[in-house]
């Protein structure tokens, strides 16, 4: 049978209101009740029932984290520090892939409407932005670089300025030809015309003009992809001597097509990828990287969430989290 909140009381020999004030983590609890309730629910086992806490409360005490696909490292690392942020106030994050298509997008909002979620961190891909604004009543955080509605709340990195930024690096250590390897422009991903903007950005003012003739189109956004498009413009003639990655994954896919061709990296082609994968710091050679501060995203998403749970009806507030260049072996070292 299952345990009981009046078993828990039983067993610690306190009130079932102590117990219920214990699980419902209220403030006024006396560390040494606390204690002594917390170690009477580990030895018996006990688990919340969470609909009667919801009839209760009209929480449930779960998030939804909704991106397209948990297989992108990114996403991954994202998923874990939300969890870990989730999980520091006291609430349980529920992770959704939507695979970027619109009806499983819907799915995941309507998992709110339902009560099955107390609100949902979004990043969209296919669902129409402008929809998401028609709710007010609707705890709603979007991640990511597509432009939010005046009424929900964003969080998202400068990644023009990342761009600019990681193309200025390339240009003072003396390149001069620095390509962009990214999925085309026509894509409906947000960040692929954000990033291409700073790396247009980088280049004004410099010696080095942008050469559009170096922009390296992909198919999709795996190693392969990146391998594959680099190969292609290699073995045709195209040279350059610098190349800003729209992800880590590319990254890699075009320091393994370069090198399979005698390339050296970084004496002939300096490459940054995006992201900071765990994985970059050892890649052969290691891999330079724009790294969002995940954790700060996290921090920024779960805490304007939880104020919306919470009651909070103000108007959309737009966060921008950091982001800095990390240098590994993939770029030689800056000039001082």
């Not at 989730?86 to 695979?99: D, H, N, V």
């Not at 992800?247 to 050296?264: E, F, W």
Request: hydrophobic content about 45%.
């Amino acid at each position: 049978m299952a345990v009981r909140l009046v078993d828990v009381a039983a067993h610690a020999g306190v009130s079932m209101k102590t117990v219920s004030n214990v699980v419902n983590d209220h403030p006024h609890v006396s560390a040494t009740m606390r204690a002594k309730v917390q170690q009477a629910i580990d030895e018996l086992g006990y688990r919340p029932n969470l609909s009667a806490r919801q009839l209760v409360t009209g929480r449930t005490g779960v998030i939804a984290i909704a991106l397209p696909h948990l297989d992108v490292p990114y996403f991954a690392e994202l998923c874990s520090a939300v969890a870990h942020q989730a999980k520091s106030l006291g609430l349980r994050a529920m992770i959704e892939q939507t695979m970027g298509e619109e009806d499983q997008e819907r799915a995941v909002l309507s998992e709110r409407e339902l009560g099955l979620v107390d609100g949902v961190i979004f990043h969209p891909v296919a669902v129409r932005i402008a929809e998401l604004g028609l709710r007010p009543d609707f705890p709603l955080v979007l991640v990511g670089e597509t432009p939010p509605p005046d009424s929900v709340d964003h969080v998202m990195i400068d990644n023009e300025t990342a761009a600019a930024d990681a193309v200025r690096s390339l240009l003072r250590s003396g390149r001069t030809r620095i390509g962009y390897l990214s999925r085309p422009r026509t894509s409906k991903v947000a960040s692929v015309e954000r990033r291409h903007a700073g790396y247009r950005a980088g280049h004004r003012g410099s010696p080095a003009k942008m050469d559009p003739k170096l922009f390296l189109a992909t198919q999709g956004f795996r190693s392969g992809d990146g391998e594959a498009a680099v190969a292609a413009a290699w073995d045709a003639g195209m040279r350059f001597d610098g190349l800003l990655c729209h992800d880590d994954s590319l990254a890699i896919g075009a320091i393994r097509a370069l090198t399979a061709r005698g390339v050296r990296i970084p004496e002939d082609v300096a490459i940054i990828g995006w992201d900071d994968d765990r994985v970059s710091a050892h890649t052969v050679p290691s891999l330079t990287s724009v790294s969002p501060d995940k954790a700060e995203v996290a921090r920024l998403a779960v805490a304007m969430l939880e104020e919306r749970i919470a009651g909070f009806s103000g108007p959309g507030r737009h966060r921008t989290a950091p982001a800095r260049l990390v240098q590994r072996e993939s770029t030689p070292p800056l000039p001082a």
